[in-house]
């Protein structure tokens, strides 16, 4: 029998772990328990899609949020280890590039316990960025590297990974959009009309003032002489524009569910975001979009043309904004 303690604690690895899982049950001679170190603690942002994915409540529950990044990797490095020593599995499973990630994989590693890394091998070159380090260590601390493409598994491979550790498994966040966009739902707050879809969430923008303020002047400039803007609003990023009194003049709703994500991907003329995942969803739907940061871990969308790096620069927003939505007339 072979045991799987999965560790998620964001949105995403939500999304991932629900396509995973899934396939697992299929396998008979596969137990596979599931702990959320509660990284995304707002109902919104986290136990909304345990429900609509399907999962069931997690196995181990920690409720770890908040503090600095080294203050919230070591709590749960402690917590985590406790609950492999309890569970005794025979493999950890960790998704994506958060702190979770990072935490659970140590954990295990520091436990002699074998470690799969799914989306493995993806490097912005930026180590500024918490995820790239905790991408890096991870995949250093992996028996098991699952990569979603093929230059995730050339970087793996420049950087001297054995071969026989690396797999080219494709995305399950294309399985997981695929799977589930049968399900979309049209959100409550939504009013009606054509519109630009944005997110914006990301430490890198959020805790600058300077980058804040400029990406939301920006929207609200496409906003009022581009084209709708519909903002499903972080809580976080929320908090910071109250807070600095700036004034977001977007049409602005509540933080949505997976389902109701991917309606508005499937539904809007073009993405804003600093995510890292939804950057692919656009894609996967079709639609172009501009990311709002100087570097991605998706290069092969800027390649094809479909995404355009923008920063947080007013001028560069608007400009890239303007490209995309003329190359689709």
């Not at 080219?168 to 939504?190: H, I």
């Amino acid at each position: 029998m072979l045991r799987i303690l999965t560790v998620v604690g964001a949105r995403p690895q939500f999304v991932k772990a629900g396509v995973v899982s899934r396939a697992l049950l299929e396998h008979s001679n596969v137990q596979e328990r599931l702990l959320h170190t509660g990284q995304h603690f707002d109902a919104a942002m986290s136990s909304i899609f345990f429900d609509q994915l399907g999962m069931p409540k997690p196995d181990v529950q920690l409720n770890i949020n908040g503090g600095s990044h080294g203050e919230m990797t070591g709590k749960m490095l402690i917590e985590i280890e406790a609950a492999i020593v309890d569970q005794s599995p025979n493999l950890v499973l960790v998704y994506g590039d958060t702190n979770s990630t990072l935490a659970g994989a140590l954990a295990a590693a520091k436990l002699n316990i074998r470690v799969a890394h799914v989306e493995a091998g993806l490097r912005s070159y930026n180590r500024t960025m918490p995820e790239e380090i905790n991408r890096i260590i991870t995949d250093q601390l992996s028996d098991f590297l699952f990569c979603p493409t093929q230059l995730a598994v050339s970087n793996l491979e420049k950087e001297g990974y054995a071969p026989a550790t690396i797999d080219l498994v494709g995305d399950v966040m294309l399985d997981a959009v695929n799977f589930f966009k049968r399900q979309a739902q049209k959100p409550k707050s939504y009013a009606g009309g054509s519109f630009l879809l944005a997110t914006l969430h990301r430490a890198e923008n959020t805790n600058s003032l300077d980058k804040l303020r400029s990406i939301v002047d920006a929207l609200n400039f496409i906003h009022h002489n581009v084209g709708k803007v519909l903002m499903p609003l972080h809580p976080r990023t929320s908090k910071l524009l109250l807070e600095n009194k700036i004034d977001l003049q977007v049409n602005v709703i509540d933080p949505v569910g997976y389902f109701e994500s991917l309606w508005l991907l499937d539904n809007c003329q073009l993405l804003l975001t600093d995510s890292g995942g939804m950057q692919k969803e656009a894609y996967f739907f079709g639609k172009p979009c501009v990311t709002m940061r100087e570097e991605t871990e998706w290069s092969e969308l800027i390649d094809l043309g479909v995404n355009q790096l923008a920063g947080s620069n007013f001028e560069r927003i608007v400009s890239c904004v303007n490209d995309l939505l003329d190359s689709r007339v």
